[in-house]
Nanobody, 126 residues
């Protein structure tokens, strides 16, 4: 059974960094686009960043541009989210997801993802 498992979350002070990992198992996700979403208390699950399977390039929300970087290791079936200059408003549960689509319009929309991980909590203290 296909599964995505996130790790690397935790508590960090504002201005600090964290690196999240998302390990895939049960199938190969090399042909899938991968994305990161976050869900803060009281908010909807918001798009953070994604890597397109079509172009290999990334697209990111304005709120994280210049601070968050997504990468993938197809050989390890793993994607990463390097987060720097963290702010208290980045506090959320971060989830990775896999999508069969490759265009950024759909990759920004959580409804176009086929597989989801359970999420990992990131808490940024002020």
């Amino acid at each position: 059974q296909a599964q995505l498992v996130e790790s690397g979350g935790g508590l960090v002070q504002a201005g600090g960094s964290l690196r999240l990992s998302c390990a895939a198992s049960g199938r190969t996700f090399g042909s899938y686009s991968m994305g990161w979403f976050r869900h803060a208390q009281g908010n909807e699950r918001d798009f953070v960043t994604a890597i397109s399977s079509s172009s290999g390039n990334t697209d990111s929300a304005d709120s994280v541009k210049g601070r968050f970087t997504m990468s993938r290791d197809k050989g390890q079936n793993t994607v990463y989210l390097q987060m720097s200059s963290l702010k208290p408003e980045d506090t959320a549960v971060y989830s990775c997801a896999a999508s069969r689509y490759g265009d950024y319009v759909r990759l920004r929309n959580r409804t176009f993802y086929d597989y989801w991980g359970q999420g990992t909590q990131v808490t940024v203290s002020s």
